[in-house]
């Protein structure tokens, strides 16, 4: 172990920074800093410091003045007690914290003796405590942290005006207690739990003090320094997983590891040349400040264990992000904003141990060069995902005003999406399970909701206090057997402690999915499921939750609550939290006899209402409570909402709404197996909802919505399909105004019929008629209003009556993305060159409800006519319509047709090609060993490979029997048919979807050739292949009824002549098949063939995936949207014969390749290359 942390440390050294020339330090030739101060800056940087504190700086500066100012005019508040047993008798955090802001004040003006002496008997007496425990949290060595990190900085600051005792008595101190945190990590649980703020904090503080002790006791400064970049190193390293910017911990306690990590950051490029400002991680963290933040700038969602806003900072890791990371002033703007804003007072205002404890690195990190400016697209309320963290929100980070909501949605996974897989998929030794991280300050609160209609708070999460399930705006259930607490009701896994639970049985593997987010104007859907988050005692298959935010001011909520038959659940309750003691729900009863509640602010009503299909509102309990939080009790209130859960299949609605929308006729309109549809008039106009509720089953959603969505909005004049748009409709009604206008139109036919049969009775006894004529009379009259009747009806009705379209005499369209032979959603198809990149496109299909990725090889195929590698044979759909190719044609029906049915039939065991250790079998030992030795390096292969696809067949069988009717997806690794697209569409429907994936030239011709050793070229045997492909005729080439693309009859003069080199041949090759595929393929539908760029996807990760999924009528579900962004950000995904792919890896061909092979590349693929947006490198 000690080997390995020399290693370590070597190569911590070592390393050359990758940082941008804002980053670099200066440093004197051993590589340590002269003297003190060297933690953050160096002695000769001091004056530049002074001079920024009264100009550039001058807003930092004036908050450190203040708050140094508070102190001295509360010194017996702020300075510690003389007693040691008054010190440590209560968290004494806030001691360690302040001494970084009275240390930078008294170093930047020198001239406030009155300051300097205040610091210096603070120092004095934090010195002379034999320890900086507390007495009644002996074990817990966080407030020790703060306290060695403030006080390991101020002597760092204040070491030149220190005289020598004090230097020596300061220094002894420090390395006296950094040793004894190096002790304590070895077996303390913070020692092993990575992201978790007791690690990041009492880690960092270690590094703080071997750091500073580094010019005084070298030995133990390197040991501590080994340890603590190890673990910040790991920590940096799983964060990088975590692609979305959050904290598992929520806001508040993300603040509290970010001061930590944003500080090992700039700590580890300023002395170890340790580059982290590219972390995708840091990257995205911005927008966990942003976005989570209410209209108005002062409190943040208060998602897991949180205060109303942040416990540190977050101005000091704002301004870090932006002169590191984002370089675009959006840091220096929101800090601005955060600090303009800040409440003076109440329940928001900070607290006294952590509102001064970052101003040393905000003044030290701050670029006045950076102009604030919001980010791009601020002032609109917009939606953000969350993808790892489970959460959306929507309308962060803007001012107070009309129409600026705030609604937030969670339904994650236990530590996050990317802690949880790590946990649950072991793909790192060092990681074992939960024991390595501590999810404790997560809550019970998966299907939780916030919502603040024009920024006032109406319904709020209940913040810091104990883990129980009520206390967020969740479902719980009763009776249940396996009740913890609250008996009989039960809520979710891992509650009813003052943290929550996540080594109880089945804890470890609950959470949510968040299903689906989507935008469109005004209005925001979001969706997850909880099921897996309740214990499986309770047998519940699904808790379905969805929100939708009709307007400003009204939101839907609906569950949807199905349980298997042995569940013993009888009742569901629901609770909604506000937090703000002034406003107080009361009773409320809506229009339709429906109950509820309202909450008055200042004669504004925020009412909400609830129902189910059945028309039942059950009366609400309105309760108020106290409970335990961070170091004082917080009061909130609730209403709770209990429904009977009478049939497998339960739903509930819940109406919320501001005091300027009148809502009305609320009610459900149908409640079938697949979904349901709820009416409601909302200011005078009539909205129909409808949602799909199983909501894994394409199928299903289709068959309900019309599209692969999860909800759709009818208004009178439009549609929203929730993650495909809005479509206008143009002189049609809703459905109940057409009846409406059919029932008047019979009952006014019957009146007039009744009329006009009083008349002939009149009539015959006046004119003497005879009965026959009365009666054929009566008939001809009879026939003429019924035609009367059917030409209205025939006008206004626009849906499907019986099994007729009104619409017109043809029957409706087949939807285009429907499969009617299937029975289900078309297929899609994915064809490539070898070589570039379509393997990423695994990562948008795989592991998903909605598709089975089938990756198939060349040779299962069966098509022996063809080069596994390239083709230049055309295939066209009219081939497939008259039957050739049957072999193929067979293969690909299976496939997709037969899908079940292929794979269970599909080749196992690696002996099917023929085993050789087999053979012999009566020979001896001796010879058996000899056989096996001589068994070829092409036979080993192809038994791994077997072995692999076999486990593969495996994933695939499970995952259709758990999604029967997931979409299929064909990804064709062979380059053989990208000419093919047409005769695959013939074979398959004219509703498949296909795909062509292609890639940058030189970036081709650079896997081939130069990423790999042996290149893929040579395995691939290419120079044979290309003499087959180039050197045959045309008739040779391809059989009948198969035509040779011409493009390649273009560059065979250049592969027959002396002079060709390979650069400048593979160039050809990607011309010719470029340029045949895009002529060939571009003669299908633009609704059914897509040509996707390899560098889109990679550059453009989100918005390529969401015109993917929209190209298959689908909204990007989160958890693809996290998996790409993984793939395509951190550097841990690799291609076949590649390195790690990324936005910076994407260029690797310029350096690795010389001018003239780029050149050439160019010159010959530039007509192309233009067409499809590259641009040259070369004149």
Known sequence: MALLALLLLLAVFARVGRGSDHAVWDRSGDGQPAAHPLLYFEPRDVKSLRQKARGSHSSVSRAIRAAVKTMLAKGTVYLPPADHQDFSAKWNEVYGNNLGVLSLYCLLYPEDGGALEFALTYLDRMASYPRWQVRTAPNDEVPVAHSLSGFATALDFLYPVLDEARRQTYLEK?????????????????????????????????????????????????????????????????LDHVVDGSLDEGVAYGSYTSKSVTQYVFLA??????????????????????????????????????????????????????????????????????????????????????????????????????????????????????SNWGVVTYGGGLPNGPGNTFVSFKSGKLGGRAIYEIVHGSPYSWIDGWKNFNPGHEHPDQNSFTFAPNGQVFVSEALYGPKYSYLNNVLVFGPSPSSQCNQPWEGQLGECGQWLNWLAEEAGSSGGELV??????????????????????????????????????????????????????????????????????????????????????WDAQYKMFWFDPGGSSPEPRLQDTEQAAEFKKRWTQYVNVTFSLSSPVSRMAYLFHGPYVRVSDCRFLDDGGHGLKVGLTVNGTPVVVSLATRHSDPSARFS???????????????????????????????????????????????????????????????????????????????VTLWLVELAVLWTTCGQPLCGGNWTGGEPAPVPSQWDPILGKMSPLVVASLPGSGAEILEHLFANSTDFLY???????????????????????????????????????????????????????????????????????????????RKASSADRRYRENTER????????RRHLASYPNARVVLSLSSGAWTLKLPFIQGVLGASTRTMLVVRDPRAWVHSLLFNSKPSLYSLSNMPRRLTSLFQRDAAEACSPPSAYAFEFERHQRYFSSSSKNVVALLAHLWLANTEAAMRVNGRLSAATYMLLKFEDVVNR???????????????????????????????????????????????VWRDRMSQQDISTIEDICWSVMAQLGYSRVTS
């Open 174 to 238: 420090i390395h006296a207690v950094t040793v004894e945190l190096y002790e304590f990590s070895k077996y303390r649980a913070w020692g092993k739990h990575f992201l978790h703020n007791h690690q990041a904090t009492n880690v960092l503080a270690l590094l703080v003090g071997a750091l500073v002790l580094s010019p005084h006791q070298p030995q133990t400064a390197l040991l501590c320094k080994q340890f603590a970049i190890d673990v910040m190193e790991k920590t940096m390293f799983l």
């Open 269 to 386: 490029l300023r002395h170890f040349n340790l580059n982290h400002t590219a972390s995708p991680w840091l990257r995205q963290h911005f927008w966990f400040y942003y976005s989570t933040l209410l209209p108005g700038f002062q409190r943040s969602v208060g998602i897991a264990d949180s205060n109303y806003n942040w416990f540190y900072g977050p101005e000091s890791q704002l301004v870090f992000l932006d002169r590191y990371v984002l370089r675009d002033g959006s840091g220096n703007w929101l800090a601005k904003q955060i600090r303009r804003h800040r409440p003076k007072d109440g329940p928001m205002e900070p607290s006294s141990a952590h509102r001064w404890c970052t101003l040393h690195t905000e003044f030290i990190w701050f670029d006045p060069q950076l102009v604030p400016r919001p980010p791009d697209h601020h002032g609109t309320p917009s939606l953000h995902v969350f």
């Open 516 to 601: 689906t987010a989507a935008q469109h104007g005004g209005m925001v859907f979001t969706s997850g499921e909880a099921a897996k988050a309740y214990s499986s005692a309770m047998g519940l298959r699904s808790v379905y939750r969805a929100l939708l935010l009709l307007n400003a001011q009204t939101l839907l909520v609906v569950d949807h609550v199905e349980r298997s038959v042995d569940s013993p659940l009888e009742r569901a309750s629901s609770f909604f939290h506000n937090l703000d003691i002034d406003f107080k729900y009361v009773p409320y009863y809506a229009p339709g006899g429906l109950n509820g509640a309202m909450m008055d602010v």
């Open 704 to 782: 309900y919505l019309g599209f692969g969505g999860y909800a759709m909005v009818e208004e009178p004049h439009q549609v929203t399909r929730f993650g495909l748009g809005i479509t206008a409709v143009q002189g049609q009604r809703s459905v109940g105004a057409v009846f409406f206008h059919f029932g008047m139109t019979v009952k006014a036919t019957v009146a007039v019929g009744l009329c006009l049969g009083l008349g002939l009775v009149a009539t015959r006894c006046r004119l003497h008629l005879s009965f026959g004529k009365l009666l054929r009379l009566a008939m001809l009259i009879a």
């Open 854 to 932: 089938i990756r198939l090889p060349m040779e299962e195929t069966g098509a022996a006519e063809m080069d596994p590698f390239l083709d230049a044979c055309e295939w066209k759909g009219s081939d497939a319509q008259q039957g050739h190719y049957r072999l193929v044609q067979g293969w690909l029906q299976s496939l997709v047709h037969g899908t079940k049915l292929h794979l269970q039939n599909a080749p196992m065991h690696p002996g099917a090609r023929g085993d050789t250790t087999g053979d012999n079998p009566g020979g001896s030992p001796d010879k058996k060993r000899k056989t096996r």
């Open 949 to 956: 696809n076999a486990d593969e067949v495996h994933q695939l």
């Open 1101 to 1147: 990760p989100e918005e390529v995936a969401g015109k993917v999924y929209a190209f298959l009528g689908f909204p990007l579900p989160p958890a693809v949207l996290n998996r790409i962004l993984f793939t395509t950000s951190t550097n841990l995904f690799h291609l076949p014969f590649e390195g790690e792919v990324s936005p910076s890896n994407l260029q």
